[in-house]
């Protein structure tokens, strides 16, 4: 392609696009990972780090909670800094930047805006391919910026949809006819795993088995209020796919890593460690005001507290009883055996943690 003045045109044009495309990333970087550490940072206070870092991380465990501040501190730097943002920042660049020179080569070219070259060799179906790739991963990030959502694999996985692009849609369209280049540019705009998804439904379809795997649904994470199927996939993609792996998990991490808020995670994993005893029934649970383990921890504290001689305390303690036996009634249990099961999961470390984190004051 000559160095013409038309191409020094096309060359710009790839330079702002190849640019538009990097914006939302640099911002985060620039401002958005700052204000998420904040948002998980200053959601914690010094007792509640403690807390954390003596479940959690013993080794490691700072004396006190003053310097549980500094400690976690250096522990989201050292996990989860700007720096990891680094090498994948650069291959999405290069990745990009070459597929948006395809693209726009070969449609200037297409409109002789240019002369042909290496670079306009492209089949429209590729090029439709590489534009919606473009398409979904800049609308991706830009979301992902503004809702302060980034990680380094969120750009891996924008680096393999422009890499995939152009074999996913002509894996494709071999059956669409004239409509090739639509079901192309479409098929590139579409979420990687909805792609996968289609994928699998096709293959299921030639091997003959139409009932997919149903394992493990029973206690999927989308049973926990509060999560739907969004909130579901970005938990999968931190390998929690189960009630109890949500129950069990270290908070911390996986709200740095999910990038959900910390009060969410820590209610999440009360409603998950009550959902192992009680599964289903634990909707029943929450019209009495036991939505989580936090809930029930409280409960039997109320009830074992026998030697106060604070008339509100007293009354609280009567409440809590009246509750346990209206429960046992609900459930069609005896009062023994549904008070066993809440003590079990009021005595669980990780609820002791949960409520720990919880009441903890902030300094």
């Excluded at 998990?249 to 009680?278: E, G, H, K």
């Excluded at 604070?310 to 009354?315: C, F, I, S, T």
């Excluded at 459930?331 to 066993?340: A, F, I, Y």
Aim: glycine share 8%.
């Amino acid at each position: 392609m000559p160095w013409t003045d038309h191409g020094k045109i096309a060359g710009a044009l790839v330079l702002v696009v190849t640019l538009a495309l990097m914006l939302p990333m640099l911002r985060y970087l620039r401002s958005g990972w700052g204000a998420k550490r904040l948002d998980i940072i200053d959601g914690l206070s010094g007792e509640a780090r403690l807390a954390y870092f003596q479940m959690f991380n013993r080794t490691n465990s700072p004396a006190n909670a003053g310097d549980a501040v500094g400690a976690f501190e250096d522990l989201y730097k050292h996990w989860f800094g700007r720096r990891y943002f680094l090498w994948p920042g650069v291959l999405f660049f290069v990745v990009g930047f070459l597929s948006v020179a395809l693209a726009v080569s070969g449609g200037l070219h297409r409109l002789d805006f240019i002369d042909g070259g290496p670079l306009c060799n492209l089949p429209d179906n590729a090029i439709y391919a590489l534009a919606g790739a473009y398409l979904w991963v800049a609308d991706d990030h830009i979301s992902r910026a503004r809702r302060l959502d980034f990680s380094p694999a969120d750009v891996h996985w924008a680096t393999l949809r422009f890499i995939i692009a152009i074999p996913m849609g002509y894996a494709f369209v071999g059956w669409a006819g004239d409509k090739a280049g639509f079901v192309a540019f479409a098929l590139g705009a579409f979420p990687l795993g909805t792609l996968i998804s289609m994928i699998q439904r096709g293959f299921r379809k030639v091997i003959g088995d139409t009932d997919p795997d149903k394992e493990g649904a029973h206690d999927s994470v989308i049973r926990l209020q509060g999560v739907n199927s969004s909130i579901a996939e970005r938990l999968a993609n931190e390998d929690i796919t189960t009630i109890p792996q949500f129950a069990y998990c270290d908070p911390v991490r996986l709200v740095m890593r999910s990038n959900l808020s910390f009060n969410f995670v820590t209610d999440c994993m009360s409603q998950a460690l009550a959902w192992i005893y009680f599964e289903t029934h634990l909707a029943e649970l929450r019209v009495m005001g036991l939505r989580g383990a936090v809930e029930i921890k409280y409960l039997i504290d109320e009830i074992d507290d026998l030697d106060s001689e604070d008339p509100a305390a007293r009354a609280c303690q009567a409440a809590a009883a009246a509750t346990l036996q209206a429960l046992a009634v609900k459930l069609d249990m005896t009062t023994d055996t549904v008070q066993n099961a809440l003590r079990q999961i009021a005595e669980d470390p990780f609820t002791i943690f949960l409520q720990e984190v919880w009441t903890t004051p902030e300094t």
